[in-house]
């Protein structure tokens, strides 16, 4: 069983829509959650990060963590074109490096 | 600021070729640094990270090997190509010394032919 599980898409939703990215673990001593956000042939770059379980929210963006289930999600609200990446769900213990998912390619349709 | 450049970004290889990908992080020191390959559909895999200089450690037995010569300066190489060693290279440093945080390059695309 993979560490982390993320399902790989593709995801195509119209524009405006609310989107909801899921990842699932196993490992219970992960602490630390984060999403990359990765555009085509770029490198990924950080969306948001949560410690232990509970929401965050940035602007269109709410990260969900809900360690009872191992489950962590990011939602999209009014999703834009400008939407269209891969993201990729990420966590950690205290100690050890970073185990990421495999991503979620998005498409978000004018 | 902290900035991390990768090149090249692009490159084009002969199987059984050498390579030689650079990374360096400005605005930062001793950082810990980060090789990754993402190849289509299987997400991030860790290389190689370095928590000072001359100290590599291997995530992945494969033909590939890291070197740390400077503080702010990650090299991958490998002496001979593989066809399975087409990938996207992400070097990588860590932003967030209690999070874990990653920060990553552009990237450098890989094709082995």
């Known amino acids: 069983q993979k560490e982390v599980e993320q399902d790989p898409g593709p995801l195509s939703v119209p524009e405006g829509a609310i989107v909801s990215l899921n990842c699932t673990y196993s490992?219970?001593?992960?602490?630390?959650f984060m999403w990359y956000r990765q555009y085509s042939r770029k490198g990924p770059e950080l969306l948001m990060y949560?410690?232990?379980?509970g929401n965050k929210e940035d602007g269109r963006f709410t990260a969900q963590v809900d360690k009872s289930s191992k489950y962590i999600s990011l939602f999209i609200r009014d999703s834009q074109p400008s939407d269209s990446a891969t993201y990729l769900c990420?966590?950690?213990?205290?100690?050890?490096?970073?185990?990421f998912g495999t991503g979620t390619r998005l498409t978000v349709i004018p | 600021s902290q900035t991390i450049h990768q090149w090249p970004a692009t490159l084009v290889q002969p199987v059984g070729s050498p390579l030689s990908l650079e990374c360096t992080v400005e605005?930062?020191?001793?950082?810990?640094l980060y090789w990754y390959r993402q190849a289509a559909g299987r997400g991030l895999q860790l290389l190689f990270y370095?928590?000072?200089?001359?100290?590599i450690s291997s995530e992945v037995p494969q033909n590939l090997s890291a070197s740390r010569p400077q503080d702010r300066q990650f090299i991958l190489s490998s002496k001979k190509l593989l066809l399975s060693d087409s990938g996207f290279y992400l070097c990588?440093?860590?932003?967030?010394?209690?999070?874990?945080?990653?920060?990553f390059g552009e990237g450098s695309r890989l094709t082995v032919l």
């Open positions: 990420a966590m950690k213990t205290g100690a050890n490096n970073l185990f």
């Open positions: 490992n219970s001593a992960f602490q630390y």
């Open positions: 949560t410690y232990s379980s």
């Open positions: 605005g930062t020191s001793n950082p810990n």
């Open positions: 370095s928590v000072g200089i001359g100290q």
């Open positions: 990588a440093y860590v932003r967030g010394k209690n999070t874990g945080e990653l920060f």
